[in-house]
């Protein structure tokens, strides 16, 4: 087994593999852009504050990117017997860490713009000397986060390719927010320009727009996390839809001659799911074998299943998931 590609209790399939290995390039190249960019905007930043909010929401960037590295390390460990589900909470954990640091900061940010503009502060935006010429800082500023909204255009719709593969919400969400980096480049470069030309105000409403995006990636990142964390039915990877894998799996243990009804709780893991299969005999009586055969049957349908446990029972649990269209509309009503 290849400890670059285990996962938990298995090795990924080839596909996943390969969009694992680019997933990890895209986060080290998405580090080293924004270290850079956040570097140049540092030179220019000036007494704007929409400027200094989307400078610092370029560094909160990282957060998500450096969380899903550190996670990787863990989800990666086989279960043990302190740790019998393996790690792969490690990602659950990174992305609610991601999402806290956002919308606390961005809370603060937002505070911090009211506040500028209740007490009406004028943003002055000076010159400086370049290559012996004066030039006014802002078209400095407004050069610069024209130029800086290439590389998440890029990089940002990479990962979202990526994330359904991997059925990885941490690296949505990092693409996501990459993908929506462009409003706060165009929010700053108009609060500068509206202070240029006297309308002081526009800076401070920009710098509002861009921690409200900030506080908004935060309530939506946080609110995923814990809901996973706490056992949500298991949900795709942009937690639109309930996952189709549970109604599959009770429509291939219906197909079973042995079995009258089925019904699943399936749980989400970080990247894995952990399923818990619960089976009507048409008889009172079944064999181990028969137990083991649809157990494997189940595991082999999905790279992400990791954990399967059938259970044979008399009645079905109210709360497991009996694959039924009708069923699913109601619970997420």
């Known amino acids: 087994m290849s400890a670059h590609h285990q996962f938990g209790r298995a090795d990924l399939p080839p596909e996943q593999q390969q969009a694992l290995k680019k997933a990890v390039r895209w ?23 929409a400027m200094r909010t989307a400078w610092i929401e370029d560094m909160l960037s990282l957060i998500p990117q450096v969380a899903f590295l550190i996670a990787l390390l863990f989800v990666r460990r086989r279960p043990t017997v302190r740790h019998p589900y393996g790690m792969h909470r490690a990602m659950g954990i990174g992305h609610l860490v991601a999402g806290v ?25 000076g010159s400086v000397n370049l290559f012996g010429q004066t030039v006014w800082l802002g078209w400095l500023m407004v050069s610069v986060m024209s130029v800086i ?3 998440p255009l890029i990089y940002g719709r990479a990962k979202a390719k990526l994330a359904p593969v991997l059925h990885n919400k941490l690296l949505y969400a990092d693409a996501d ?37 900030i506080v908004w990636d935060g309530v939506r990142n946080t609110k995923g996390a814990v809901i996973d964390l706490m056992d949500q039915r298991a949900r795709t990877y942009d937690d639109e839809h309930p996952h189709p894998l549970a109604r599959e799996v009770v ?12 019904a699943v709780r399936m749980r989400d893991q970080g990247q894995v ?20 055969r649809v157990s494997e049957s189940i595991a082999q349908m999905d790279w992400k299943v990791q954990d399967v446990v059938v259970i044979a029972c008399s009645t079905l ?11 699913v509309d109601a619970a997420d009503a």
Not at 111 to 122: C, D, Q, T
Not at 317 to 326: H, I, L
């Open 251 to 262: 429509e291939h243990l219906r197909a079973q001659p042995w079995i009258a009804d089925a």
């Open 317 to 327: 649990p109210d709360e497991a998931d009996r694959g039924r269209a009708r069923d």
């Open 149 to 151: 909204v290439i590389g």
């Open 27 to 49: 986060e080290y190249a998405t580090i080293g852009y924004t270290i850079c960019t956040i570097t140049l905007v540092a030179f220019v930043v000036g007494n704007s504050q």
């Open 177 to 213: 927010m990459a993908k929506a980096d462009w409003q706060t480049n165009a929010a700053s470069i108009v609060g500068v320009l509206g202070v240029g030309f006297g309308a002081w105000w526009l800076d401070g409403v920009a710098a509002l727009f861009i921690s409200l995006g």
């Open 273 to 292: 799911f952990h399923i818990e299969a619960f089976v009507v005999p048409r008889r009172g009586r079944v064999s181990v074998a028969q137990i083991d």
């Open 101 to 125: 640091a956002l919308l606390a900061v961005g809370l603060n940010l937002a505070f911090e713009a009211v506040s500028g503009l209740v007490a009406a502060e004028h943003p002055t935006i």
